[in-house]
């Protein structure tokens, strides 16, 4: 199957800094990906949707301006958390879509912010 | 609205079989997956049905009724590694997938 990656798998990061996740798609070309957030013990939230070359579009309640969504390329969208503080820890997820059927996870990124 | 029940939580006993339950109501649909997700990783795809039916996998199953908006996970001959969470995720018309809790499935020696 195809072969989506993250990276950092783990940060830990204190109050007031920003945090840049990666996605990729290894192995085939992402129209779209999605990034989730996951709290412990409860479902993946879907936090934005984003295109290849256009705006990410966000779910409700979630800050575009604290979570910043670039996807510049076809294997590649990042997901930038700004001025973090301690409840956006969290695990967060990013999956890439080629064609409307199955989405591929990444592994997660375990955010943690002191 | 849209949304996906299925149960929080099972248990089950090592070596015997367990049906995962899922209702959904979607703006339109295209199709229903199944993914397993792990403690502290990532969700890995099981399953997807678009047609009415049975779609056997080895030890697990997944069936889908399009018109009773009804679908389940069957997991055969259960090991203690599948002590998993079950997600549930329906597919809509703009091929956007809604998440149902997840099912914790808990396997008993």
């Known amino acids: 199957g195809a072969v989506v990656s993250q990276h950092p798998s783990w940060v830990i990061c204190k109050s007031g800094t920003s945090v840049k996740i990666e996605c990729r798609s290894l192995?085939?070309?992402?129209?779209?990906m999605f990034w989730y957030r996951q709290f412990p013990k409860q479902s993946l939230m879907l936090m934005a949707t984003s295109n290849e070359g256009s705006k990410a579009t966000y779910e409700q309640g979630v800050e575009k301006d604290k979570f910043l969504i670039n996807h510049a390329s076809l294997t590649l969208s990042t997901l930038t958390v700004t001025s973090a503080h301690p409840e956006d820890s969290s695990f967060y997820i990013c999956s890439a879509r080629e064609v409307e059927y199955e989405q591929f996870f990444g592994p997660g990124t375990r955010l943690t912010v002191l | 609205g849209q949304n996906i029940d299925q149960p929080t939580e099972m248990t089950a006993t090592e070596g015997a079989i367990v049906q995962i339950n899922c209702t959904y109501q979607?703006?339109?649909?295209?199709?229903l997956f199944w993914y397993q997700q792990h403690a502290g990783e990532a969700p890995t795809f099981l399953s997807y049905n678009v047609l009415d039916g049975l779609e056997e996998k080895g030890r697990f199953s997944s069936f889908l009724s399009r018109s009773k908006g009804y679908s389940y996970l069957l997991l055969k001959e259960l090991q203690m590694k599948d002590s998993a969470s079950y997600l549930c995720a329906a597919s809509d018309s703009n091929y956007q997938l809604i998440w149902g809790a997840g099912t914790k499935l808990i396997i008993k020696p």
């Open positions: 979607t703006s339109g649909f295209n199709g």
């Open positions: 192995d085939f070309q992402a129209t779209t």
